[in-house]
């Protein structure tokens, strides 16, 4: 079973999220961490995926290009962080295939742009899935969060303590791998436990 | 008339769902299965037909392409999954014309994606087709549960044990053939009931 | 004036539809036929013409095409079947034209994807159209009946017996002529039937 | 000033309607009848102007086209029927900038097909106007008028006698060219009707 | 600073509008009367600028296009009217320029069609804009107005006396330049004054 | 860390606005000011940047186009203002990268069009905006202020003294750089503000 070897964090609730962040190449073998954080969004939380995508700027004269250049993957007690090569290599379609999984539901923030760019740019349809923002403004009655950003979001419903994140995100440039993956497990952690939320 | 012996499966609610699956060949006529589908629904049920549809994630380059790998039909008492071959063959217009039908109604969850899909891949058009879990939402005053996946759909409607689903489903990749095909002979029955839930 | 030779068959409630089925030829006129269907939907009924279209399949490759191979028309006591030619003749343009007439109301179930297709495949506009499942959706306050097949949203409405219909086409692959006219009939009458009680 | 010399009709008020028929050559000068439908529809009506369109049905191998055969336009006093030639001539252009007119009002029923084909096969923009179906379904909160042809949506706003109306298009295939001017004005005075009953 | 030294004229409350009607030719430069526009708006209004726009029909065989020909705009105490050349000419980029302003919002009745024929046809975009008529029938609940033109429009809203605008348009081919300058004056003012009052 | 260096505003309510301009040459690093505009939007505000872009105008023959060619973001504490050169260079690729953060809100006035030129002119996607006038429109139950322009809406959710912006609007191509900069600084406050107020 793979192992998420990465560095661990403690949640300002006490909860422990443990991390792996994996630079794909063409001989890595991303399946078995995929089906890891498949079972434990089973087994241990609502079959709900944290997901977020990120983007490389490519220019092209006055204009830019994107190409998917990490996805991050969060569960109640695990979050996966890839980072993409330039060239498609076989072993994505692993990932590509899990983004259309039925079993689960993948939950982002202000992920619209990113779904359409993800089906132009690259072909990936991911099939089930759920624009976070939208639905607690139609559940809290409160239009503002559909707008918001992941901690502006999480701040709004959970009010929980995020200095943590703000200072490592206030001086991302300077910040280091391990802030940088710390504040992508807190981002994680705060959606998944939004999404807790809303379900009740 | 066709002949489901393939295996069955007790549900939760002691129902028997016979299965058959099928790897469309050539020589393979399918429309004595789907004749089978046909009559059920109109005698045992409400006129729905709960499917799904499989992709394969085909890729040139950066792109990623999809093409339809299977499909699965559920009626009350029945459960066919039809594996079909790369190349178009000819009696998949049977398959095709099945999908036309007005005489029922076709049932899916987060099937917006795949109605796109079907059509611009394939050409294939479900006439009369309804988004289940758009309509419970809509029915049940429950927003969130328009974005949920078949299993958590059902377990927000129908409150029954998913232990079995659950079982297979976190362990996909090491499972064998007759388990994925028990765990897609109960999300076809999960969705049937939550049908024939939301009917009344 | 134009006969309506065909079989004639008794509805639940005793009524009467004499129908007419027809193979159009290239020498075929069928404007009398048309003329006839006005006339008894101008005086008889509430301007409604209940409509269905069907579609063949032809395939290229991976793709499916679909050709406008039937329509049937319906009105209080009438129901017309054409079954088109494959290439295109002169005489079909009556049958475009009386489309696009206004007099009438064309009322159908579930014809959002047909009307596409009448345009883009056939350059057919149908002008005066109702979706009967939306306007029953909303008048009714039940929004699952939307999304259901003819015979579905009849029984919902009306609430009679259907029997008849249900015999014929569970076994539709076995059916004879007649019984696919009769069936095509008693769907027409249904639908008619709901289009009247959602006017009062 | 233009003179309305075609024959008058008395409705069913007793109020009178002076029609013009129109068959437009390359030499026909049609701004002076113009001109007079929108006097009289600035003094005696509530600068509304009740429009209908015609199209001519064209068609190459399985596809049909559509142009534009007629226009009919109606104010309180005056209905204007013009048949417009196969080739377009110079004349039509103060056609085309009557529509843009912004000093009216043009009001249609199901128009809005015909204000897509009026736009992508002739490049016709009709500036301000009304679908009064629609106006109708708001504004007296019975979702089906909307769906209504002109004829059925004036019996349910005005519930005035239409046997005169119905008498003429049951036989419209025997009708004379008077019958049809009848009708047409007919049709126009009730939409009139029901417009200004809407504005109460 | 420019100098509006067309007719004035009286508008029925007494108040007083100064216009300039400008045939733009290579040489002339518009951008000290839009600056005096821009002026007057910041002052004496409240940020709104009234603006009509105007087209020309030009035909290629059985289409017709659409070229902008003129263009007005009107403040509280200014009505400007600018004739565009048929050829691009430099300055005119004072204009686009002045309609991609953020320091006023565009206030048009029934523009929608504009706004996409100024993109389409010239590459204008005009930032910010509100179609009044759409924003009165929200504000008033009255659906009806969403669909008028700017006289019917103002007339609902001010109940004030038309007859003069009346008197002018119903005689509109036999107008003379200064009588159709008074006119969009009036409409002008009509609309600022429904604006105004909606503000309220 | 970057040094705004450009000249301080003092606002109505006796906060400070510092500012800084710069003209992007290809040699320039923008980013040290792009992560000090992040670093006040975590610290100091509610991870919010108020953001306005301008175009220039170019045009050929009887269409215009628009080039990106200044951009404005706001904090509480600081105002940049960037004019880009007219050729793509490299760093700009930090303000794109910028754009796409997901850990701050862009908090725009009739962005709209604005979203859609970044994207298609220069394939620019601004990851996480928020559209203030629509949302003010629904938090306040007034729809008119979805359409007004920056300094109306501001007036309308504040209520504080515009006389400094008006004058320098009104003489807008009289008024000098610093000037200028200042309304920029103005507007940029005004709507920081009016978000803040919504959010209460």
Not at 7 to 15: E, T
Not at 96 to 110: L, M, N
Not at 147 to 156: D, P, Q
Request: glycine share 4%; aromatic share 10%.
């Amino acid at each position: 079973m793979a192992n998420f070897d990465g560095p661990g964090f403690s949640m300002v609730d006490k909860s422990w999220i443990q991390t792996k962040a994996i630079d794909i190449e063409p001989s890595t073998d991303i399946s078995p961490y995929l089906s890891r954080i498949l079972e434990d969004c089973v087994w241990n939380g609502n079959r709900a995926i944290v997901f977020d995508v990120y983007w490389d700027v490519e220019s092209v004269n006055t204009k830019s290009e994107r190409r998917l250049s990490s996805v991050k993957l969060s569960t109640k007690n695990l979050c996966l962080f890839l980072r993409l090569p330039n060239q498609f290599t076989d072993n994505l379609k692993d990932l590509y295939r899990f983004f259309a999984s039925k079993f689960v539901t993948f939950v982002g923030v202000q992920i619209e742009e990113d779904l359409v760019l993800l089906k132009e740019n690259h072909g990936i349809v991911i099939r089930s899935y759920l624009e976070i923002g939208k639905l607690a403004a139609v559940a809290r009655g409160t239009p503002i969060v559909e707008f918001l950003g992941a901690r502006e979001l999480a701040h709004k419903i959970l009010s929980c303590d995020m200095s943590r994140l703000d200072s490592i995100q206030s001086k991302w440039d300077e910040a280091g791998a391990d802030d940088r993956l710390e504040a992508a497990a807190i981002e994680g952690w705060l959606i998944y436990n939004v999404y807790d939320q809303l379900q009740q």
